[in-house]
């Protein structure tokens, strides 16, 4: 008997990006539309909530019809609806739950809240499509770093997390200090393109829990490097510091995960969230899980970025198992990483 394809509308608006997708079989891509706002929030060197929640009330209609569109198919036929419910900015979520539960309820069509966190993991299996669990992942943003055994499509397992700021936040606040433009992230990793990596010894938090992570003592080196420099009336070779404190940050991040997968003997590594998108940080993890005997998955830049597709690829998983959220969810702005769910 020929299975039933099943299709599934994606919706993302966590922070500021409006985005809505529609995958087919989980792994499909039909359509992917996203309305940034990175340009109006630039001025402000970050997002302003506010004016976020606005915009993605204006946006996110005509992207979902979007969505429908490009992908040719119709509301009715979509089979369940997926949206990020958290963490992310709570009047920024708000907006695409309201949507989803709007048309879901209006379609009796299932609601699928998917944590935004899970959805990053999730891209990878748009990009490798032979990628299942077991395996590890990496989620490197601007609100989180962690390392997840993701042990089954719904199930996963927390084995360490940063204490303090994220990687992708220590990456932004340098720039800002740096005086870069927003998002700091890509303008630090073009900024260090120009520079040596070696030229200034940053501290490596390695602390005694081999999966914990810590960003805020190196982002605080670097902070006083500068000031110490700007006192001394000395040269800042901006573009040194800025490869000396991304190959701090890196090598952090690859000498961890390789931990992580000796412990685990896992074969293959994923990398999550905006942070892997950064081509260093790709070529150290690449080489050091080779070394390892793994291998690295990573998404396209595309899907390193918030979108819908990983918000309905995760969506699907959930719906084969039949997890199935309930009318009354609401948005959870500090929703954690990491469960074994009751659909596994």
Not at 60 to 68: E, Q, T, Y
Not at 217 to 227: A, D, F, Q, R, T
Not at 250 to 270: C, F, H, M, N, R
Request: glycine share 8%.
């Amino acid at each position: 008997m020929e299975q039933k394809d099943i299709y599934i509308l994606g919706i993302e608006s966590s922070c500021d990006e409006t985005a809505a997708s529609v995958v087919k079989n989980g792994r499909d891509v039909l359509s992917n539309i996203i309305s940034s706002q990175i340009s109006i929030h630039r001025k402000y060197g970050g997002v302003v909530p506010e004016i976020a929640s606005r915009k993605h009330i204006e946006h996110i209609m005509p992207v979902i019809d979007a969505a429908l569109e490009d992908a040719k198919v119709t509301l009715n036929r979509i089979d369940g609806v997926a949206v990020t419910y958290g963490p992310g900015l709570v009047g920024a979520l708000l907006v695409g739950l309201s949507a989803a539960k709007a048309l879901a309820w209006a379609t009796g069509k299932p609601l699928l809240g998917v944590n935004h966190l899970e959805g990053h993991v999730f891209a990878n299996f748009i990009n490798d499509k032979n990628l299942e669990p077991p395996f590890l992942a990496l989620v490197v943003s601007g609100g989180h770093t962690a390392l997840l055994k993701v042990t089954g499509y719904n199930s996963f397992e927390m084995l360490g997390q940063t204490r303090d700021d994220a990687a992708g936040e220590a990456f932004d606040k340098i720039a800002r200090v740096m005086g870069l433009p927003y998002p700091g992230g890509p303008e630090i990793e073009k900024l260090a393109l120009e520079g040596n990596p070696k030229a200034i010894d940053f501290p490596r938090a390695m602390l005694d829990d081999p999966f914990q992570f810590s960003f805020s003592g190196m982002k605080s080196s670097v902070i006083n490097y500068l000031h110490n420099e700007e006192q001394a009336r000395r040269p800042v070779n901006r573009a040194d510091v800025a490869a000396s404190f991304q190959e701090a940050v890196t090598d952090v991040l690859v000498q961890k995960s390789v931990l992580a997968v000796k412990a685990t003997g896992l074969k293959e590594i994923v990398l999550a969230g905006g942070v892997s998108a950064n081509k260093t940080l790709q070529n150290k993890l690449a080489a050091a899980a080779k070394k390892a005997g793994a291998r690295l998955v990573h998404p396209t830049k595309i899907l390193c970025t918030d979108n819908a597709v990983m918000i309905a690829c995760r969506g699907y998983y959930m719906y084969q198992a039949g997890v199935i959220s309930p009318w009354d969810l609401n948005a959870v702005p500090a929703l954690k990483l990491g469960y074994k769910s009751s659909g596994e």
